[in-house]
C-alpha cells in the first residue's frame, strides 16, 4: 500500500480484507450476512473504588511496553470480528469506509470522512452497551485505540500498538475508556457529572452511588480530623514530657548539702507552661471525642447505604441508559481534547501516528508525565478540607482521538468534596504528550481553585489574582485558556529559569502555585527576578503572613 491512501489506489489487501471487488467494480458492499449476531451481556458486582490519601507519589513505572506484543493488531481478520454482531451500524460504517478509501475525486473524499465520522461512533456505541459482556478481544481494542484496519496501519506502528501494555498493572486512577465504561457500568466509579442531568431525573443507582459518595467523604473527613488532632495531642504530651524532664532537676544546696534546691525561676515556668498545655490537652480530648461520636456516625450511615446498595442489587450494575449517557460523555470529551478547529476523524490512520511508543499517550507514559509535573508543583494534587489536606489524583480517561489538549471535566464529585477524585481527559495521539498533560493540569489547577473561592473567583485565590490581572492588561478572550497557556510556559520554561511570563503572573504563580524549595533556591541564581521574589517569600514567612 503506499503511504497515501487518500490516493485512487487501493491496496489489494485492503480490497480482500473489506470483501472488496476488484478496482472498476460498481458493488463494494459485501452480504454481511454471516457476521451479525448478538453478543450477551453479563453483570458482576464489585465495590466502590476509594482513595488511598496515605499515597504521597505517584507510582514508579518499571516497564514502557511489554515484553510480548499481542497478535491482534497483525491478524487478517481482525476487522471482521469488530463488525461481526453490529448490525446495520456495522454495514454503514463499512460501505462508507470502502467508498472514502477508494474516492478519487477530493471533494468526495472530504464528504465520505465526514459520515465516517458518526458512522463509527454509532459502532463504539453499540459496543460501548455491551462492554461488561464478553467482547471478543478485537473489539475491545478497536474501541481502546481506534484500531479499526491493520493494513491502513503500517507495520511498525501495528508492532509499536501490540506492545503497550494492555492491564493496569499500577495502582494509579488511570484508564483507556473500554475500562472506564466498565468501571461505569459496574458501579465501581459514579457516572461523570452533566449539565444535562439533573437529581431527579436520576435513577435509585445513581442517587444510591452519590449518597454512598457523600457517606464516604463524610467518614474520611473525620477519620483525617481525629488524626490531625491526635497528632497535635501527641505533640502536646512530648512538650509535657520534655518540661516535666527540667521541672524533675533538682540540684543538691550549696549551704546544706543534705537538702535539695526549690524550683527554680525557670521551673516555675515549665510548670506555668504544663497546666496551660494539660488545659489545652483536655479541650482536645473534647474534641476528639466528637469527632469519633461523628465518626461512627458516618460509619453507620455508610454501612446502611452500602447494605441497601448490595439487597437492591442497584449499586452492582447500572442501567443501560446511564451507560449510554457516560459514552456519550466521553465523545464530547474527546470533541473537545480535539477542538472545534482539530482532526475529529476517530479511526487510527499511520499518517496520524507518531512512530515511538513514547509519543502516545499511554497509560505507563501519562503516568511518567505526571510525576514530573507534581515534582515542579508539588501542591498540584493536595486538596484541603476542614483544616485536612490530602493528595488526591483524579481520574484519567484515556480517549483515542488526535487531540493537542487535554481537558477537565470536573475538578471532584460533587456528592464528595473532601476525598473525591475529579475527572481530566488525555487525548492518545496528540502531537505533543507533554503539552497535552499540562494543558489538562493547568484545567484541574484553575477549576478546583475556583471552586474554593466560589462566589469570590474572580476577587480571591489563584483565579482572583490571575483574573484581576487579565482585565488590567484589557486582553480579549477566555480567561483560563490564559491562564493554561501561561501554566504552560510555567512547567516547562520558567522552571529551567527561562523568563516567559509577565512579571505580575510570576509573581501570582510563584505565590500560589510554588516550585519546591530546592528548585526556587537554584532558580534564585539564574536571575535578579527570580532573587526578589525569593526574598518577598522570606519577608512573608518572617511576617507570619505567608
Known amino acids: 500500500m503506499s503511504d497515501n491512501i487518500f490516493s485512487g489506489d487501493i491496496d489489494p489487501e485492503i480490497a480482500e480484507l473489506m470483501g472488496m471487488e476488484p478496482q472498476g467494480s460498481s458493488d463494494t458492499t459485501p452480504d454481511f450476512s454471516d457476521l451479525f449476531d448478538e453478543g450477551q451481556i453479563s453483570e458482576e458486582a464489585v465495590g466502590v473504588e476509594q482513595v488511598d490519601l496515605n499515597k504521597t507519589t505517584f507510582t514508579p513505572i518499571a516497564k514502557f511496553q511489554s515484553d510480548k506484543p499481542l497478535p491482534y493488531f497483525s491478524e487478517a481478520s481482525f476487522y471482521k470480528v469488530v463488525l461481526s454482531g453490529e448490525g446495520e451500524d456495522a454495514k454503514r460504517l463499512h460501505s462508507l469506509l470502502s467508498k472514502f478509501l477508494n474516492a478519487t475525486d477530493v471533494k468526495d473524499k472530504s464528504l465520505y470522512r465526514q459520515k465516517l465520522i458518526p458512522a463509527y461512533w454509532n459502532v463504539a456505541a453499540s459496543i460501548a452497551a455491551r462492554i461488561h459482556g464478553h467482547l471478543p478481544e478485537q473489539k475491545k481494542y478497536m474501541f481502546r485505540y481506534g484500531f479499526l484496519i491493520p493494513t491502513i496501519v503500517s507495520k511498525e506502528q501495528r508492532e509499536m500498538i501490540a506492545r503497550i501494555i494492555p492491564e493496569n498493572q499500577t495502582d494509579e486512577p488511570v484508564y483507556y475508556i473500554d475500562e472506564w465504561l466498565e468501571k461505569i457500568a459496574i458501579g465501581a466509579i459514579s457516572a461523570s457529572a452533566t449539565d444535562e442531568v439533573k437529581a431527579k431525573q436520576q435513577n435509585q443507582g445513581q442517587r444510591l452511588t452519590g449518597q454512598i459518595e457523600k457517606a464516604r467523604g463524610h467518614k474520611e473527613v473525620q477519620i483525617g480530623l481525629i488524626r490531625s488532632k491526635m497528632i497535635e495531642i501527641e505533640s ?31 521551673q516555675r515556668s515549665c510548670l506555668g507552661e504544663i497546666m496551660q498545655t494539660v488545659r489545652r490537652l483536655q479541650a482536645m480530648d473534647k474534641e476528639i471525642s466528637l469527632f ?48 472545534r478547529q482539530g482532526n475529529h476523524f476517530p479511526i487510527l490512520m499511520k499518517q496520524y501516528l507518531k512512530p515511538s511508543i513514547r509519543e502516545i499517550g499511554t497509560r505507563e507514559n501519562i503516568i511518567a508525565e505526571m510525576t514530573s509535573i507534581e515534582h515542579l508543583d508539588p501542591g498540584v494534587f493536595l486538596r484541603t478540607f476542614k483544616r485536612q489536606t490530602n493528595r488526591i489524583v483524579p481520574y484519567i480517561v484515556l480517549v483515542p482521538c488526535y487531540g493537542d489538549k487535554g481537558i477537565c471535566w470536573e475538578p471532584f464529585d460533587r456528592y464528595n468534596r473532601a476525598t473525591s477524585r475529579g475527572r481530566i481527559a488525555l487525548p492518545m495521539y496528540p502531537k505533543d504528550l507533554r503539552t497535552a498533560v499540562l494543558s489538562a493540569i493547568a484545567d484541574l489547577r484553575w477549576q478546583v481553585a475556583k471552586e474554593k473561592a466560589q462566589h469570590y473567583w474572580m476577587e480571591e485565590g489563584l483565579t482572583g489574582h490571575y483574573y484581576q490581572w487579565f482585565i488590567a492588561q484589557k486582553i480579549r478572550g477566555d480567561v483560563k485558556e490564559y491562564f493554561i497557556q501561561d501554566y504552560i510556559l510555567w512547567i516547562t520554561k520558567e522552571s529551567e529559569g527561562t523568563q516567559k511570563l509577565d512579571r505580575e503572573v510570576r509573581g501570582i504563580f510563584w505565590r500560589n502555585m510554588p516550585f519546591p524549595q530546592e528548585l526556587k533556591e537554584e532558580l534564585r541564581k539564574r536571575g535578579y527576578v527570580y532573587n526578589e521574589l525569593y526574598k518577598k517569600d522570606i519577608n512573608r514567612s518572617i511576617s507570619d503572613g505567608y
Open 236 to 266: 502536646a504530651e512530648k512538650l509535657i514530657i520534655a518540661k516535666m524532664n527540667d521541672v524533675m532537676h533538682h540540684p543538691q544546696h550549696e549551704r546544706f548539702p543534705q537538702v535539695k534546691l526549690p524550683y527554680e525561676a525557670s
Open 292 to 339: 469519633f461520636r461523628d465518626l461512627e456516625s458516618a460509619d453507620n450511615q455508610l454501612e446502611e447505604l452500602l447494605s441497601k446498595a448490595g439487597k437492591s442489587g442497584n449499586f452492582s450494575a447500572v442501567d443501560s441508559k446511564t451507560l449510554q449517557e457516560e459514552f456519550n460523555t466521553v465523545r464530547q470529551m474527546a470533541k473537545m481534547c480535539v477542538g
